[in-house]
């Protein structure tokens, strides 16, 4: 575990961290779940503190892939749930999908909301939360290659919800 | 243009078509206390903060209790299903056909070496064998490299989907099909596959009624180039040195921070972008095999038989550990033609049967140049 003195160190990253992983898990998992989302990232980052790195980019970078597991295992988590509902019970309506409810909303959460998942969060890191490519590369485990295939494939898709918004609007 | 570059360049592209339908791409918090200043947190947060520090947080579970619990799930998963599967097929299909099994995909075996060693650092280097597939990749005729480049494989993904009107990411095997044109475009189209039967084999999809097509997606001209595989220097440094500039760079591949180390870059480089798209010539191959015969961390898991029945010889890459997992990449290389047949990520997994779990794979099953 590491020294008091770390603490501070780690409060202070906490504080200006921690809004950003809450909005990232926001826009990733249900509502219910986000709280043990950033619990669980910052968490195991406490207790890794000491491998963690000092430098504040890359120290951010390893605190989202963190964060990224977290999320791939809810995704997991909740496959299974859907699966086995699906065979042996009614679908289950305890778990609401919060991205339905603000797809009116003019705001970037919004029109993310309608992207599939691993372009949505490949989008999010580095459109919203300013991560480099690098870094999101970092985050995503995946190649430079494919965080670009998976942004130009956001984009495509965009580039249609977005024209179609337009579309509606002139003709309402 | 390197692939950060190109990454950059669509980060900019999205970031201007946001602003211009009136879109702030800065995100905003939801919940954000209207008071709360850029350097402040919720009460929430500063209740959890108390806590983590305190050592009263237990939502995180080590590694290694987590992947415990999570293979426990994924049996009992993978029993209820197994067990609905035979009862259907029994009594409302009539048929053995359906076959595909729920649940992680079975390891493979391997003839030199086990998992447990390529964990531990005490297998064998893999550097010798590797040398002789490079000789018989260079063996191999030249290939003609005109028209499309087409690439089949098997694979099991990650990838996302929606269930029951929820986004989900799923793990699922599919049928893919990647076409890359002279002119740099590409289209990319994967069919939901057929499972895999109890030895991790894949079922013959035509007798399994889950197969049909998923997604299917086309990238516009100038998006790869088409010849960047076939010119690929032929030389060990120039090799590294390219495939490491594709992923960001030697200083992207120091292994600190959690980050992959050269053996590591170069794996990923391979699996994940030479061949995608692209169809790779024999000498390239070569090059590639001397190439991580350089490397250190790579061992030989011996002969093998890949889950579309070909015989390989298996070498394992390991990738430094990260919070998470501990990954292997295993590499499995055609003994008669060089080439790579398939790889896997294997996680290490002591509660697992073989000690690893199957994070994802891939079968190459063609690659050509197409008229």
Known sequence: MPEQSAAGEFESFFVATAPQVRRYAHRMVDAASVDDIVSETFTLVWQRWVDVPTEEAPRRAWTFRVAHHRVQHWYEAKQRDVRLNRRLAPVRTDVADHAADVTDEADVAAVLALLPPAEREAMWLVVCVGLTPKDAAFVLDCSASALTTRLSRARQRLTVILADRVAQEVNR | MTAFERAQAEVDALTALLLENGIEPRDVAPDA??????????????????????????????????????????????????????????TVLGTRHDAAVAGPPALMTYGSSSLAEVYAGTAPSASSALLKLADVADAQPPIATEGDQEVRAYAWYSSGAEVDGVDQKVVEPVTEKNVLRPDGSATTSQDRSSGLDVNGKVVDRRVDRATGKVTGDDLPPGTFDPAWVRNLPRDVDGMRAALLDRIGGPEACSGKDGGLD???????????????????PPDVSATMWRTF???????????????????????????????????????????????????????????AKGGADVAAFRAITSARYVP
């Not at chain 2, 619990?69 to 097929?89: D, E, G, K, P, Y």
């Not at chain 2, 070909?310 to 499995?332: F, H, N, S």
């Open chain 2, 33 to 90: 206390a209207p008071e709360a200043g850029p350097a402040e947190v919720s009460a929430a947060d500063r209740l959890l903060l108390d806590a983590i520090l305190a050592g009263e947080t237990t939502a995180a579970p080590a590694p290694g209790r987590s992947r415990l619990v999570r293979r426990r799930v994924i049996q009992l998963a993978a029993v209820a299903c197994a067990a609905l599967v035979v009862l259907t097929s029994s």
């Open chain 2, 262 to 280: 050269v053996a590591g870059c170069l794996s990923s480089e391979l699996t994940g972008d030479v061949t995608s798209f692209w169809v790779v």
């Open chain 2, 293 to 351: 015969a350089a490397e250190k961390d790579v061992y030989l898991l011996g002969d093998t038989t890949d889950r579309v029945g070909r015989k390989g010889v298996a070498v394992a890459v390991m990738e430094p550990a990260t919070p998470d997992y501990t990954r292997a990449d295993v590499l499995i290389i055609s003994p008669t033609t060089g080439q790579l047949l398939s790889w896997e990520w294997l996680d290490e997994d002591p509660a």
